[in-house]
């Protein structure tokens, strides 16, 4: 066990949030949580990191996830108080990456049918001892280093690094591209993993487990594969200039790179207290002519729908049941039962439920809520676990990072992870894309079909900008 003491420092620079990520991105091990503006209202804070400390992965097929993890994150422990001086919920030294979906199988009996064909661990996590934080509401920049006992390296000389990353920053000018066409769009040579005739039939299929009572509501998806040759950070920072989000994420691998566009929080600790704000319920948000007319349109037939406001329902409840696991009795209220958000090219319905953990904080606390509540409800249906299973049946690929959480455990035990929705996976040549939606009794095939390209829409967008290629409709290319 190494003891680490973490110290920050107020940085002045006029770097542009852009630029830090192009300077980080060149790093090895480089990660990146937010570093937009679009999603500080979410979440008040980006942070910039590379050159881990060290990595931890774990891979289908090997045993006891938890207990591995619980022992790694226990390999660095918090010298002293944090500093005084941090922000409350900023980032500044500890792990950071993601845990993909199939991590659920870990945790439930779940079949091992769907073929993991992208070969990236199930879990993956860095610990950085060094980081640049950015304070979207009081426009401040921080450095933070974690200076471990015996270590030569002073928190001050690993400050100096940063401030010369910061430094070299400031050189860097953000792109000016054209506005993105998100409607015209048309990225050729895309592959799905599923023909249309297979996803309506599959529908079908749901439909009957929900008439005999199986589950109420399921989370159904299909992948998209497209021809991509550009550097996996330039889609990035597409994205977080056309599509920002509240929980974007950048992680760099040795052989992929993962793009999380992710507008959804699975959980955020933070003082004893955890959150949650499930998403369920999505219309098109359009630009150019009559958009204002179409918008409105949108919003209200959202804001109004019944069906959608179903099933938000059953998810809360399903998300105030995994609480219960963590937190103490009667802490846990629905604070936000249904709210629309406005994202650049869609409309989110959005609860938020909170309680106070029951645990303190700590390492353990995190492998805790892991069990308790991964992966999350708004990506599988209710219930959970039989949900989980049809998926499984269902869809003929792992779904790894997709529907995983992408995020920061903090060496306090803080934590902040999203689900990883609108999430890109970059290997070799090839972008992977995959979307999916809420099926419950009165869902319509062709509209779950839609809903799945509506939110797949930014994605393709910026992989056509960035990664010149023409995408087309998958449905043309498909031809079924």
């Given at each position: ?24 991105a060149?790093?090895d091990?480089a ?33 006891d ?68 934080c950015?304070?979207h ?28 990353l ?5 050189e860097?000018r ?29 529908f ?15 989370n ?30 950048f992680?760099?691998g ?5 793009v ?22 999505t ?26 406001q179903?099933?938000?329902n ?8 995994d ?60 219930p ?5 299973e ?31 929705i609108?999430?890109?996976i ?16 009165d ?9 799945t ?28």
């Amino acid at each position: 066990m190494k003891n680490c003491k973490v110290k920050i420092k107020r940085v002045e620079f006029a770097a542009e949030l852009e630029g830090v990520t192009e300077v980080f991105a060149k790093l090895d091990g480089a990660a990146v949580l937010g570093g937009n503006e679009g999603g500080c209202g979410a979440n008040r804070f980006s942070a910039w990191m590379a050159e881990p400390v060290e990595i931890f992965e774990f891979r289908l097929g090997e045993d006891d996830p938890f207990g591995r993890l619980e022992s790694v994150l226990g390999k660095y422990k918090l010298s002293g108080p944090m500093p005084e001086d941090l922000p409350a919920g900023m980032f500044a030294c500890g792990w950071v990456g993601f845990f993909g979906y199939e991590l659920g199988r870990y945790i439930e009996s779940i079949p091992d049918t769907a073929v993991d064909d992208l070969g990236l661990p199930v879990v993956r996590l860095g610990f950085y001892d060094r980081a640049v934080c950015y304070d979207h509401v009081n426009r401040e920049w921080y450095a933070a280093a974690g200076e471990f006992e015996g270590e030569e390296w002073t928190a001050e000389e690993k400050f100096r690094e940063l401030e010369k990353l910061i430094e070299r920053s400031c050189e860097c000018r953000a792109a000016t591209d054209a506005d993105a066409d998100m409607e015209g769009v048309e990225p050729a040579n895309i592959e799905c993993n599923i023909s249309r005739r297979e996803y309506f039939d599959a529908f079908e299929r749901i439909k009957e487990y929900i008439h005999d009572g199986d589950v109420y509501q399921i989370n159904f998806s299909q992948r998209f594969r497209c021809d991509y040759a550009a550097d996996p950070v330039k889609l990035y920072q597409w994205q977080n200039r056309h599509n920002p989000s509240p929980y974007a994420a950048f992680i760099k691998g040795e052989e992929w790179s993962v793009v999380s566009a992710s507008p959804e929080l699975f959980v955020r600790v933070q003082d004893g207290k955890i959150s949650t704000k499930p998403i369920k319920g999505t219309r098109a948000r359009v630009s150019g002519a009559d958009a204002e007319r179409i918008n409105k349109k949108h919003f209200d037939q959202l804001a109004g729908c019944e069906k959608e406001q179903a099933e938000l329902n059953m998810i809360i409840d399903l998300e105030r049941n995994d609480l219960t696991r963590v937190c103490r009795y009667g802490t846990i209220k629905v604070v936000q039962p249904r709210t629309i958000e406005a994202y650049p090219t869609v409309y989110h319905a959005v609860a938020t439920v909170e309680g106070e953990l029951r645990e303190k904080q700590g390492r353990g606390t995190v492998c805790d809520i892991l069990r308790a509540m991964f992966p999350g409800g708004s990506i599988t249906g209710a219930p959970k676990i039989r949900s989980m299973e049809i998926i499984d049946e269902l869809e003929p690929t792992a779904r790894s990072v997709y529907t995983g959480s992408i995020g920061f455990i903090g060496l306090d035990g803080s934590a902040c992870l999203n689900i990883a929705i609108r999430t890109v996976i970059i290997r070799g040549n090839s972008a992977y894309v995959q979307t999916g939606g809420g099926v419950v009794a009165d869902s319509q095939p062709q509209a779950e079909w839609d809903e799945t390209i509506t939110k797949a829409r930014a994605l393709l967008a910026g992989i056509a900008a960035v990664g010149r290629t023409r995408v087309s409709d998958p449905e043309i290319k498909d031809g079924k």
